[in-house]
């Protein structure tokens, strides 16, 4: 009796220690946040508004887009931005509606992906070995981006994914794929048919209209954005292959353990994945514990890069929204009539080539930045959101920010960093919080 | 969904070691004691999580939808509930925290009552005196 009772303390003191170690770290998080919510992101933010709108409209019946496709007004595009901005943020609205003006709807899928394609001898091959169902596939719709002299062409096509949705038992079977599943989830039903997935792009009018052939990138929030990272190192060899993807508060599963290895070192060549996540959602802590390949660190085959936004305070769940990231996205480079310049990320980052290239139309809609820091004052001044406090950055870490914002036309420091609120945001730069290493605008 | 949060951030291990300890006592035979602790573990595992969403799924209809994207409204009975109905979703993920903390909770038991009853066994079979 003795020893049962001291095992049982050790069970205990164990137990209490995990907790008040996991207690003191949730504290930690909640009550420590910095009163600055700004980050070096907001030079990017506008260039990721778009996918996080797709993303956010993905939610949404593909029926209801596909009559808004056949009345060719182009209306999805409003419906997509009321979606992905709550009602309460009109102007922010209307920002949208510019940055998204460009992409049109082109089809989507709700349902449960037997085979796309019946002549796909491959496809048909797996769908007669695939496990139980759940009579439910993945969500996905496809928009393209046409170019601002040629509308009929498009320069981007995009696959946006849809995320969990309540209780479904295919999104929640699918989001545990990872510890190995009897059930034919969404990245085995993608898996047979990303490859007709890519065949029904390359026979979009737009696309065939298109003079320089348009690149294809993959976007989605959480199971979405697992499904997105998916479909990028699955798609078959010597196909059109995804180049980009931008996945939001990613799900921690990618599903590459479903994908060959000699596949998968194929596909990861020149490929690049933006993960953009709202700081302290909560599957921030899932990626750090259990992300699945590719890791986050990779720097190359595939270039991942992480995008913190830390943009809004609130609970790990709260945080996870895309709304709410897609609506700060849109809020830090925009003021009030005033929206300020943006730039897409590095494509070339030492000496990891890769095969996305933003797109050309994206100089005509980024503005010079000039106005950028005036306006970023007013930016972190307005918002009920967010804090602005005394929090001056020392002179040297001020010094190395001005040379990682901008530079002077004599190659100086550029005065117009020197002091104010836009100093307190570079500080976060130069302390290091922020993964961005100085990049060259896009070209 | 306040449950679901709060064992997530270790609560569930202070819980089940109370549970484990309390089956301990009050029953002595090993294969009882592993099984109550393996639906005690497996109800911490799964219930704080998805027991949430369990609750609001009948309140689902064309205009409340509820996902983890936080995307529209949820109405019902003229009321918005979204905030809380889109979180309730996102409470399913720190199943990823929460089950390992469970499953470990359980192992660890599971070798502690067996090595007790290798133990007992060993005393009950020593010749008296």
């Known amino acids: 009796m003795r020893f049962r009772f001291a095992a049982f303390r050790v069970i205990f003191a164990a137990a209490a220690v995990f907790w008040l170690s996991a207690a003191q770290t949730a504290a930690a998080q909640s009550n420590n946040d910095p009163d600055i919510l700004a980050a070096y992101v907001y030079r990017y933010a506008d260039y990721y508004l778009p996918y996080a709108i797709q993303s956010s409209t993905a939610y949404k019946p593909v029926g209801t887009l596909n009559t808004m496709r056949d009345t060719g007004l182009g209306d999805e595009v409003d419906y997509a931005v009321q979606n992905a901005i709550p009602a309460s943020q009109e102007d922010l609205r209307g920002h949208a509606r510019k940055i998204f003006k460009p992409w049109r709807y082109q089809f989507g899928s709700d349902a449960y992906l037997d085979c796309l394609d019946w002549a796909d001898e491959a496809c048909k091959t797996a769908y007669a070995r695939r496990g139980w169902n759940f009579g439910s596939g993945p969500t996905y719709h496809v928009w393209a981006r046409t170019r601002a002299t040629a509308r009929a062409a498009c320069s981007e096509v995009s696959i946006a994914f849809r995320g969990t949705v309540g209780l479904s038992g295919g999104d929640w079977y699918s989001n545990l794929s990872r510890f190995g599943s009897p059930y034919d989830d969404y990245y085995k039903q993608l898996q047979r048919n990303v490859d007709t997935i890519m065949r029904q792009i390359q026979n979009l009018d737009c696309y065939r209209r298109a003079v320089r052939k348009p690149q294809i990138v993959s976007t989605g929030h959480s199971l979405g954005a697992g499904l997105a990272q998916f479909v990028a190192l699955a798609t078959k060899s010597g196909g059109p292959r995804v180049a980009k993807v931008i996945a939001f508060d990613p799900s921690p599963v990618t599903g590459a353990h479903l994908v060959n290895k000699a596949l998968l070192a194929e596909n990861v060549q020149r490929l690049v994945i933006d993960r953009v996540y709202e700081s302290g959602e909560v599957l921030s802590y899932a990626r750090a514990a259990v992300q699945e390949f590719p890791q986050a660190k990779s720097r190359c085959n595939p270039q991942v890069r992480t995008v913190e936004v830390k943009a809004a305070r609130g609970s790990m769940m709260g945080l996870h929204g895309i709304e709410l990231l897609a609506t700060n996205l849109a809020d830090l480079t925009y003021n009030e009539g005033n929206p300020l310049g943006y730039r897409a990320p590095a494509t070339l980052v030492g000496s990891c080539d890769v095969i996305y290239r933003p797109d050309s139309d994206e100089q005509l809609i980024a503005r010079s930045g000039s106005q950028r820091l005036a306006a970023l004052r007013r930016v972190y001044a307005r918002s009920g959101s967010r804090r602005l406090v005394s929090n001056p950055a020392n002179p040297a870490a001020r010094a190395a920010v001005t040379w990682v914002g901008s530079r002077s036309s004599n190659g100086g420091p550029d005065p117009r960093l020197a002091a104010g609120p836009a100093s307190n945001a570079f500080a976060l730069v130069a302390g290091g919080a922020f993964g961005f290493t100085p990049l060259p605008r896009a070209e | ?129």
């Open chain 2, 1 to 129: 969904m306040l449950v679901g949060s709060r064992f997530g951030d270790g609560l569930a291990a202070l819980w089940l070691a109370c549970c484990c300890w309390l089956i301990a006592l009050g029953w002595s035979r090993l294969w009882i004691r592993l099984l109550l602790a393996l639906a005690v573990s497996l109800i911490c595992a799964f219930v704080p999580y998805f027991g949430p969403m369990l609750s609001i799924s009948h309140l689902v209809n064309p205009k409340c939808s509820p996902n983890e994207g936080g995307v529209g409204d949820c109405i019902v009975y003229g009321g918005e509930v979204g905030g809380v109905a889109h979180k309730v979703v996102s409470l399913g993920w720190r199943i990823i925290e929460g089950a390992p903390i469970a499953i470990g909770i359980f192992v660890v038991y599971a070798i502690v009552a067996a090595i007790i009853e290798l133990r007992s066994r060993r005393q009950a079979l020593r010749p008296l005196g």
